[in-house]
């Protein structure tokens, strides 16, 4: 048992994640206090009483050295206690509780059709252009899917809402609200991963469809249909579900341009007027929660690829 390549692999993952998580913490409190500027100060204002602000400072431990809030903040962070913010005395926790689900929304159903669009756009422009055929058509997928792809999520969302809701009208500007209100947020952070997984799918699809085994079953008179999504799609997938998963991290992070263009009441703006506000503990807590939505997703991915490809686990052990 001791000797699993399984349990070797699961023990070698986790390692990862917690060296990982634990970069992730120190460097959010590295960052954070590398900012200029007295929170406290911009907390009360530049008219508060000195008595005040020194007794703010205080209390929230900003008078200890640097050492001394880093310890305390670790084990605050290991004991589940994000602090409290120095504008709205809320529990951080509390606050990111309020805001995780409208951004888990947004994140999750960009991916759910980056994925949807991808992978058939991707199957049928490798079946169509497999030999070299079509030379038009792969000249313009690619074309296009280059130049999706390096559209900014930012620039892409302005766009969207100049066009379909200030000039057509057919979605709200800004809010969250009823399902017409997620179409334009969810369109600008999935258009460029769709664009970039499209490509991806098709050059696997291309390569598997050379293999031998697709030889045999085309002599097998197998249904083409058959064949693509049966015997082609699911070996193509390994690189697809590892772009999948830094789609989604991807798509994680995007969210804070886009919730703020679209005033969507997620993280994303969430960490923005709090950088701008200068509060330690919301910017610090929220950036946790965005590096361990991260770091489990690609633990996660690395688990499914394991299982998908088991021989590649027993190779490394």
């Known amino acids: 048992m001791l000797g ?24 959010a409190f590295v960052m954070i206090h590398l ?3 007295d929170p ?6 530049m008219t508060a009483p000195v008595e005040t602000v020194n007794a703010r ?47 888990a929304q947004l994140a999750l159903a960009a991916f759910a059709v980056a994925m949807v669009v991808a992978v ?8 169509l252009t497999r030999g070299g ?5 792969e000249l313009a997928f690619t074309s296009t899917s280059v130049f999706l792809a390096a559209i900014p999520e930012f620039l892409l969302a302005v766009g969207l809402v100049y066009v379909f809701s200030v000039h057509l009208g057919w979605f709200p500007v800004a809010g969250r609200g009823d399902l017409s209100s997620y179409v334009l947020p969810v369109l600008a952070l999935a258009v460029g991963p769709a664009a970039v997984l499209a490509r991806i799918v098709r050059v696997e699809m291309l390569a598997v469809l050379g293999d031998d085994f697709i030889r045999t079953a085309r002599a097998k008179r197998l249904p083409a ?15 697809t579900l590892t772009m999948g998963g830094l789609v989604l991290t991807g798509l994680v992070a995007g969210t804070v341009l886009v919730e703020n263009v679209f005033a969507w009441p ?51 052990a």
């Open 4 to 27: 699993s390549p399984w349990l070797s692999f699961f023990g070698r993952r986790l390692g990862r994640f917690v060296v990982s998580l634990w970069v992730v913490v120190t460097a």
């Open 35 to 37: 900012m200029p500027g």
């Open 40 to 45: 406290v100060r911009s907390a009360l204002g």
């Open 57 to 103: 400072r205080q209390a929230l431990g900003l008078d200890d050295g640097l050492l001394t809030q880093y310890l305390h903040y670790l084990r605050s962070v290991c004991g589940g206690d994000f602090g409290t913010s120095v504008l709205s005395n809320l529990p951080v926790s509390q606050q990111i509780g309020d805001r995780l689900p409208a951004t």
């Open 120 to 127: 058939p756009v991707g199957v049928v422009m490798a079946v």
């Open 133 to 137: 055929r079509r030379r038009g058509g």
């Open 225 to 239: 249909r058959r064949i693509y999504a049966r015997h082609a799609l699911p070996n193509a997938l390994t690189a």
């Open 266 to 316: 997620g993280l994303g703006s969430t960490i923005v007027q709090s950088i701008q506000q200068k509060d330690y503990p919301v910017v610090q807590g929220i950036v946790l929660v965005y590096g361990i939505g991260v770091l489990t997703v690609n633990l996660l991915v690395d688990v499914l690829l394991t299982v998908l490809d088991p021989r590649s686990t027993i190779r490394e």
